[in-house]
């Protein structure tokens, strides 16, 4: 079975700072997805940003960028220049490639607090 | 328009009553999802419909019941409600399973059991 860690509960960052938060997963799948989602207080969940476990490089989408480490089995995710509205809690998450279900297993999650 | 929607946004019973979540999609997705959120932000996958048949069931007790009449809909329907019933449920919707297809999650639905 997968499991996805995120050993930061809580996390704060001055507003123009980068932050960068963890998450470690276990699985024998060779082949498979893994994404950061935001969810603000507002609730909704929302995609981040995708890599999937065949490319070596990292897939970044505009101040968010990850750290792919397929042997070491880490995902971090890098926000640069932090804004207010990052404020949210990110739960990072995988996802067997080719199953018949495409089941998202989640972390615990991080809840980060950008500071003014 | 809302792509994934979901009645009521918030739901308040009392023990032991028997209430349903409603989740409608108007994105064309052929798999739809229920995930659960409790209290300490954990989110669990419950249930996944492909083409209204039932393709994910997880350790969910069988006073949980997912209803999908149509590829648009899947309901929640929750018998005998408990304390421990009180969570966040989240309704996504997915293309298809063929490959990867991103879920676009609803609102959510607090539910709190009094």
């Known amino acids: 079975a997968q499991t996805v860690t995120q050993s930061q509960p809580e996390m704060s960052v001055q507003e123009a700072e980068t932050v960068t938060l963890s998450c470690t997963y276990d699985t024998s799948e060779n082949n498979y997805y893994l994404f950061w989602y935001k969810q603000p207080p507002s609730r909704q969940m929302i995609l981040v940003i995708r890599q999937e476990a065949y490319k070596q490089q990292n897939a970044t989408e505009n101040r968010f960028s990850v750290n792919f480490q397929k042997a070491a089995k880490s995902f971090s995710l890098k926000i640069s220049d932090s804004q207010l509205g990052d404020t949210a809690m990110y739960f990072c998450?995988?996802?067997?490639?080719?199953?018949?279900?495409?089941?998202?297993?989640f972390g615990t999650g991080t809840l980060l607090a950008v500071q003014p | 328009d809302t792509a994934v929607s979901q009645t009521p946004k918030y739901l308040v019973t009392q023990m032991g009553n028997d209430k349903s979540i409603k989740c409608e999609q108007n994105?064309?997705?052929?798999?739809m999802y229920w995930y659960k959120q409790d209290s300490k932000k954990f989110l669990k996958i419950m249930f996944s419909y492909n083409n209204k048949e039932l393709i994910i069931n997880e350790t969910v007790p069988n006073r949980f019941s997912p209803k999908s009449p149509d590829k648009a809909h899947l309901n929640l329907h929750i018998n005998s409600l408990e304390l421990g019933d009180s969570a966040v449920y989240f309704c996504?919707?997915?293309?298809?399973?063929?490959?990867?297809?991103?879920?676009?999650f609803g609102p959510g639905t607090r539910l709190t059991v009094l």
């Open positions: 998450a995988f996802m067997k490639r080719g199953g018949a279900t495409n089941k998202l297993i």
């Open positions: 996504a919707s997915s293309l298809d399973v063929s490959s990867y297809n991103e879920q676009f």
């Open positions: 994105l064309g997705h052929d798999t």
